[in-house]
């Protein structure tokens, strides 16, 4: 991951968490500061109706039923005293001044009702705005008091000033949680920078494996696939560093070999040298062609893999039949005897036709190319599990050898004649491809027995 890559990545986290966690911010603040605009409201208009109460309180009826107000002067000066506000009251009955301030109004705006007899709403007095709570009394014989208390707005101002003042720290809330989102996202993000830093940091032959234990847990899957990845690509230069330097040197020896067998035809005095030189170069040929093509299967063959594409089944008795007529003619040419030992009924595998028969090819030229004159070689193919395998009567690898001949360019000690070292594991890399497995052993004949076992749980299209 490259940085610029990285920056994509915190912009996209940004984009996802800044807007909704400011807006939620933002609204917090917003409802705070009406709620706090709302609770001073209702303490302020509480306090109106306690006045209006106890005005109302001190309303008395006589036995006539009417009403008079009985109010100490020093209660009215309690009453009207307030270092901020300047307030009014008035006590009417049907309409009739019985004490207070004239005048004052007995309805308005943004009314609330606190009872079924007291209410409170916005008006004017002397031209400014006041908050008025009034109370109704209704006395025994019909009689209709209306209590007014009246208060100018400035302790209301003073407490909307102070909730304005509290938006700025709010905003500097928002502000400040904005800025954390981007500090923990850049934190978030930085692990990753790292690892791309640690990559810009290795050459382009390396690949080493990224330390991953500083890394936090949520990636270390991401890391280890990362280095697992590493790991193939360095498996897989390597494989083709060697495949390079060893199909050169196998490759080397041949072409020198045509070259000097030109040359010594074209220096040659007579017809019959020519022949002779032509029959060498035709062998050369021959081999030459033989180390191509195992060259280019084992290049076709990745046993890192997770197996062949699926494809229509491979009957493995059709499949001895066409490959041993291929080589009849071989084996007839070296004086040995080839026969096919299969089932009459097909046995068929989920695989590739062609690479089992790669396979099968690589295993009957070893041992047309190691059994002597007059030796045997049987082509075997198994049911119950299938298998598909090649006995010969030749040499034999000692049991020592096996599983190092299985690798490629290694030769048993033993081996007589030329080969590339490279039939073997051609056939081993098929086999795990097929999830099958190559199995060395003690032929009938005291030859060599090569096997391809297949596994038998596994379905056939």
Do not use: C
Not at 139 to 154: D, H, K
């Amino acid at each position: 991951m490259t940085r610029a890559s990285a920056r994509v990545l915190s912009r996209e986290l940004l984009l996802r968490l800044m807007p909704p966690v400011l807006v939620l911010v933002a609204l917090t603040a917003a409802l705070g500061a009406y709620s706090a605009k709302q609770l001073a409201d209702h303490v302020f208009d509480r306090w109106l109706f306690d006045a209006s109460r106890s005005l109302a309180g001190q309303v008395h009826f006589d036995a006539d039923g009417r009403p008079s107000l009985r109010l100490p002067a020093e209660a009215q000066a309690m009453l009207l005293f307030d270092d901020v506000d300047r307030t009014w009251f008035s006590v009417q009955a049907d309409g009739r001044l019985l004490a207070g301030q004239p005048g004052l109004p007995t309805s308005g705006d943004d009314e609330v009702v606190r009872s079924p007899h007291g209410r409170a709403f916005g008006a004017t007095v002397d031209g400014r705005p006041v908050r008025v709570a009034r109370e109704d009394l209704l006395g025994p014989q019909g009689a209709r008091v209306t209590v007014l208390v009246a208060e100018t707005l400035g302790k209301r101002e003073r407490a909307s000033a102070w909730l304005r003042d509290m938006l700025w720290p709010m905003a500097a809330l928002v502000l400040a949680t904005g800025l954390a989102i981007v500090l923990a996202v850049r934190a978030t993000v930085r692990p990753l920078e790292q690892i791309a830093a640690r990559w810009r940091q290795q050459s382009s032959v390396s690949l080493d494996a990224i330390e991953a234990g500083d890394v936090p847990r949520e990636l270390v899957p991401f890391a280890t696939a990362l280095n697992g990845l590493l790991g193939r690509l360095r498996g897989l230069l390597e494989r083709e560093r060697q495949f390079s330097s060893v199909a050169a040197h196998q490759l080397r020896t041949p072409l020198a070999g045509l070259q000097l067998g030109l040359a010594r035809a074209r220096e040659a005095g007579d017809l019959e040298t020519v022949r002779a030189v032509l029959g060498e170069l035709e062998q050369t040929t021959q081999r030459t062609a033989r180390v191509v093509q195992q060259l280019l299967a084992l290049g076709r063959l990745t046993p890192e893999s997770d197996g062949v594409q699926p494809g229509p089944p491979v009957d493995l008795v059709a499949l001895a039949q066409e490959v041993g007529a291929a080589q009849a003619d071989a084996a007839l040419a070296r004086g040995l005897d080839l026969e096919l030992d299969a089932p009459d009924t097909p046995v068929s595998v989920p695989g590739q036709a062609d690479l089992l028969a790669e396979a099968l090819a690589n295993l009957l030229d070893n041992a047309i190319r190691y059994t002597p004159a007059g030796g045997r070689i049987v082509v075997r193919v198994q049911d119950a599990p299938p298998a598909l395998g090649v006995d010969d009567s030749g040499p034999g690898i000692p049991e020592d050898e096996r599983e190092a001949v299985q690798q490629r360019f290694v030769r048993g000690r033993g081996a007589a004649g030329d080969g590339s070292g490279l039939g073997l594991a051609i056939v081993r890399d098929v086999a795990a491809l097929h999830g099958a497995r190559l199995e060395l052993g003690d032929g009938a004949w005291g030859g060599l027995r090569a096997e391809l076992r297949f596994d038998a749980r596994r379905p056939v299209p």
